[in-house]
């Protein structure tokens, strides 16, 4: 093995190991990464970023700034309410949002679908009790298998798409994946809205019926004079009264020392862990109270939930520099985090992507402040009326398909559509632009020049020959069979667009060595790449599901494992029937 492909295989591991850990932001994770394979000789200067001019890179952009204008066009409210009106089943219910997640997912990418389709779901749970844990984990899943279906679905298939062609001089048709990617998308939407019937039968949780499988906030409440909590030491608090306390301030200062001498005294502010359900409890028997909101009066005051989408501006922020919702008179009263270590107070807290944030204050502040940070709102409020003409955005957006599907280039044909909804007054480019996910952009143009390197370097050469010690891939069937295991091992702890970076290579090696057209290789890339359901930070839908839905870790294995088992089975047999 030579320099290069020994710091490259090094780089890439280092890279891999950083965005699985999710300890430091994945954009300059990237930016590190691409500048250290130019340090250590990988390729030239001038092709640090090519990536930023990518065909893909570009085509990601245009759908990004497509589904933004679909996302404010609420289409799907009024089906929403006939849907509910029938009273549907569960399993209709839970299969029928999923299947919806899926088919938007065909034709943008999966956090558009997730993001557009989840309120629809909520809003259905409500009325139908349905509980929540039975529609979040579907939809994010049903998601992902929609994107195996075209050539936008997903950034991993314009990867493997633009690979091909540029091999062979021809990449693969808008629908090519559907003939692997359309059965495993069925099989899977049907098979975990059965699944999760039977994994989440708990109701959503209120005061009335507490369980541990409840959504675990952090608050910040004070002890009133008459609070049972007086006198209990903290170390009690967890067996007592079902809460987890991380400080304890009495004026303006922390008590310490260890749990079980600290002494809970009147007037004291709790920081502390726990179920809604719980607190809630506590609230309404007067053990622990929040600060009254000034507003609290107002016939618009209301409280929301809302989730922190990946690309919102609170991501990295402390909640006491949320000015977006301070300036507005908006109170964040409780955070469920994904943080394991929570330090200092309340307002000291971090957030990351996935939290969920309870607000309190003016309706139409916390609109107005939602919007402009990014985050989506989880009320499940009756819907309003569409906006008028609200079917052109989707009208404009289906000739790009149609379009593309024809035969021109993706980044071409959804250009069209985002200039004419832009000269329609549907899409503030310039807005729309600063709202962009921009870490993922970062990140897939960072990895496009160190993902040549290993074709460039003879590394991807250098792993076929190893791994053909443990199997014949010369045999088209054993070949694709590793490939696509690799792609479905490694993408429940990196982005699916980075698995098909890191794996194209290796698959183009594969078909080389055996002398095979490269196409089933590619599929198996692709479709490996988004079968992504037994982590809950593979993909930000995951990570957006777990915080929605309050799940543990242990959910996603429980309900993804037979997942993942009939996608990998379907689709390595589908991918031999239909590419080789």
């Not at 799907?76 to 009273?87: K, N, Q, S, V």
């Not at 314009?158 to 692997?180: E, K, Q, R, W």
């Not at 107002?298 to 929301?304: A, E, G, N, S």
């Not at 196409?519 to 790449?529: K, R």
Request: charged share 15%; proline share 6%.
């Amino acid at each position: 093995m030579s320099f290069e492909q020994a710091s490259l295989l090094s780089l890439l591991l280092a890279m891999l190991i950083l965005f699985s850990l999710d300890r430091i932001r994945i954009e300059v994770v990237s930016i590190a990464g691409l500048l250290g394979g130019y340090a250590l000789g990988l390729y030239p200067a001038e092709q640090i970023f090519t990536g930023f001019a990518s065909p893909v890179v570009i085509t990601v952009v245009e759908i990004l700034l497509i589904v933004q204008v679909l996302a404010r066009a609420r289409l799907f409210d009024g089906l929403a309410t006939r849907f509910a009106a029938a009273r549907p089943s569960g399993f209709k219910v839970i299969s029928g949002t999923s299947a919806l997640a899926g088919f938007m997912s065909i034709f943008m990418n999966n956090i558009g679908a997730f993001a557009i389709t989840l309120p629809v779901a909520l809003r259905l749970g409500t009325v139908l009790t349905i509980p929540r844990r039975q529609l979040v984990m579907p939809v994010s899943f049903a998601a992902l298998l929609g994107g195996l279906v075209s050539l936008i679905g997903t950034p991993a298939n314009l990867l493997v798409s633009d690979a091909l062609a540029t091999t062979t001089g021809t990449g693969f048709h808008f629908f090519d994946f559907a003939y692997v990617g359309l059965p495993v998308a069925i099989a899977g939407i049907l098979l975990i809205a059965f699944r999760v019937q039977r994994l989440f039968q708990e109701p959503d949780e209120t005061p009335a019926t507490i369980s541990p499988t409840a959504r675990r906030i952090v608050v910040e409440r004070r002890i009133p004079d008459a609070s049972p909590l007086i006198g209990v030491r903290l170390s009690d608090c967890p067996v007592r009264f079902g809460i987890k306390p991380h400080a304890l301030m009495r004026g303006d200062n922390f008590v310490f020392g260890p749990l079980d001498q600290s002494v809970i005294e009147p007037g004291d502010v709790l920081l502390a862990e726990g179920a809604d359900a719980v607190f809630a409890g506590l609230a309404a028997t007067q053990t622990l109270i929040a600060d009254a909101h000034p507003n609290g009066l107002q016939p618009d005051f209301t409280r929301v939930e809302a989730v922190v989408m990946p690309e919102s501006t609170l991501v990295g922020s402390r909640v006491r520099s949320l000015e977006v919702f301070h300036h507005r008179g908006i109170a964040v009263t409780a955070l469920s985090m994904r943080a394991p270590r929570i330090e200092g107070r309340f307002l000291d807290l971090q957030l990351s992507i996935g939290d969920i944030l309870t607000l309190e204050g003016p309706r139409i502040a916390i609109g107005e402040a939602l919007e402009e940070s990014e985050c989506l709102p989880l009320a499940s409020t009756a819907p309003s009326e569409p906006a008028p003409l609200s079917w052109r955005p989707f009208a404009l957006f289906a000739c790009g398909v149609a379009a593309s599907a024809a035969g021109l280039r993706p980044d071409v044909a959804f250009a069209g559509v985002v200039l004419v909804l832009a000269l329609l007054n549907h899409l503030n480019i310039r807005q729309a632009m600063a709202d962009l996910n921009w870490p993922i952009i970062i990140m897939l143009a960072a990895m496009i020049p160190i993902g040549q390197a290993v074709a460039t370097t003879g590394a991807a050469e250098t792993i076929a020959g190893w791994l053909s010690l443990v199997l014949p891939i010369t045999h088209p069937l054993f070949g694709i069979a590793l490939i696509l295991f690799l792609a479905m091992a490694l993408t429940p702890f990196v982005n699916n667009a980075t698995v098909a970076i890191v794996l194209t290579p290796i698959a183009l090696e594969f078909a080389r060595a055996g002398r095979h057209a490269p196409d089933a290789y590619l599929i198996a890339v692709a479709a490996g790449a988004s079968l992504d359901f037994l982590t809950p930070f593979g993909h930000h839908n995951n990570t957006l599901a777990m915080g929605i839905g309050g799940y543990r870790f242990s959910d996603f294995l429980r309900a993804g494992w037979p997942l993942a088992v009939t996608g990998y089975g379907l689709a390595l047999l589908l991918t031999a029937l239909f590419w080789l």
